[in-house]
C-alpha cells in the first residue's frame, strides 16, 4: 500500500511520532514540506519516499501555490542526514528489492520535485547528507546556515549513488566536487559550496528561516507563470544524460548487480555494530 502524505498547520515542527513528510501552509501561497524523522536526524525512510510525490501531487492542486519551501523537522537538527539505514537490511542485499528502493521509491520522490513548475527553495540548517544531498540538488534555490554540512559518504557503506541519482548531484553540484564527495566520502561546507554555486545563500543558523521567508516573498510578488516557463525551458537545456535520467532511460539494468556484494554487507553491518568497516 502506497504511503499517504501528512497534511499538518504546525510548521517545521514533528507532528506525530511517525516520520513523515509533512505538508502545511504558512500562506495560502507558500507550501512548506517537511521532512520529519526526528529520531533519526530526518532519515529518510522507505515510506518517506513515498509520500514525497504524493505532496507534490497535492500542491500542484493548490491554484493559490506559488512557492515551495523543502525544510527539515527542527527537532530533527539537521536538513536530512540521509537514508535511514536501520531499514537497509531488509532491501539492500536483494538485487530486486534494491533496484524497487531506488527506482520505484526514491526516484518518483527526487522526480517529483524536479518537475515542480513552481519555485522551490530548499531551507538547510544542518547536515544535508546522502539522501538529503539529493533532494537539495533538485531545489532551485538553496540557502543554508553557515554550520550546515553536506555529503554523501557512502563509499563508507561499500555501495555507490544510484544512476540516475548521481545525474542530478553530478550537474548540480559539479564534476569536481561529486567526484570528491563520492570518491573520497568528503564532507563540504555551506561556504565552499556558496563559492562553487550550489548554496544561493549562506547566513547564521538563527537567520535561516528569515531569510528563506524574504525570499519565499520576493518570488511570490513576481510571474508564477514566468517561473513556471523558465523552469520548463532550464529543464529543456539539461545535458542529455541528465534529461535521460528525467525520463526515466537512462540504463540501469546492471547499476544494483552489487545489491548481495561482500563490500556491500560489510559496509551496512559496520555501520549498523558502530565499528570501523573491513573491506
Given amino acids: 500500500m502506497t504511503a499517504k502524505p501528512t497534511m499538518t498547520s504546525a510548521p517545521g515542527a514533528a507532528a506525530a511520532a511517525a516520520p513523515e513528510i509533512a505538508l502545511s501552509w504558512p500562506q495560502p501561497w507558500l507550501a512548506r514540506v517537511t521532512i520529519s524523522n526526528p529520531q533519526r536526524m530526518n532519515a529518510m525512510t522507505c515510506a518517506m519516499w513515498e509520500q514525497l510525490p504524493l505532496v507534490f501531487q497535492a500542491i ?15 527537532q530533527g537538527r539537521a536538513f536530512c542526514a540521509g537514508g535511514d539505514i536501520s531499514e537497509y537490511p531488509s532491501f539492500r542485499f536483494d538485487k530486486a528489492k534494491l533496484a524497487h528502493f531506488h527506482e520505484s521509491q526514491v526516484w518518483p520522490g527526487l522526480r517529483a520535485i524536479l518537475a515542480c513548475d ?42 555507490p549513488m544510484a544512476p540516475k541519482e548521481a545525474a542530478i548531484v553530478g550537474y548540480a553540484l559539479g564534476d569536481a566536487l561529486s ?40 518570488l511570490q510578488q513576481l510571474s508564477p507563470q514566468a517561473a513556471a516557463l523558465n523552469k520548463q525551458t532550464l529543464r529543456g537545456l539539461w545535458p542529455v544524460a541528465l534529461q535521460q535520467a528525467v525520463g526515466g532511460v537512462l540504463p540501469v539494468q546492471a547499476a544494483y548487480d552489487y545489491a548481495a556484494s561482500a563490500q556491500h554487507m560489510e559496509g551496512i553491518a559496520a555501520f549498523l555494530a558502530k565499528r570501523p568497516a573491513q573491506f
Fill in 179 to 218: 567526484r570528491a564527495v563520492l570518491l573520497q566520502a568528503a564532507t563540504l561546507s555551506s561556504t565552499q559550496l556558496q563559492q562553487s554555486g550550489f548554496v544561493t545563500q549562506v547566513c547564521a543558523p538563527d537567520q535561516t528561516a528569515a531569510v528563506v521567508a524574504q525570499c519565499a516573498h520576493r
Fill in 118 to 159: 513552481l519555485p522551490v527553495i530548499a531551507h538547510i540548517n544542518g547536515p544535508c547528507m546522502g539522501a538529503g544531498l539529493e533532494m537539495a540538488s533538485c531545489a532551485d534555490l538553496r540557502i543554508a546556515s553557515d554550520h550546515a554540512t553536506f555529503g554523501a559518504p557512502i563509499a563508507k557503506l561499500g555501495f
Fill in 60 to 74: 500542484a492542486t493548490q491554484p493559490s501555490a506559488c512557492v515551495v519551501e523543502l525544510v527539515g523537522d527542527v
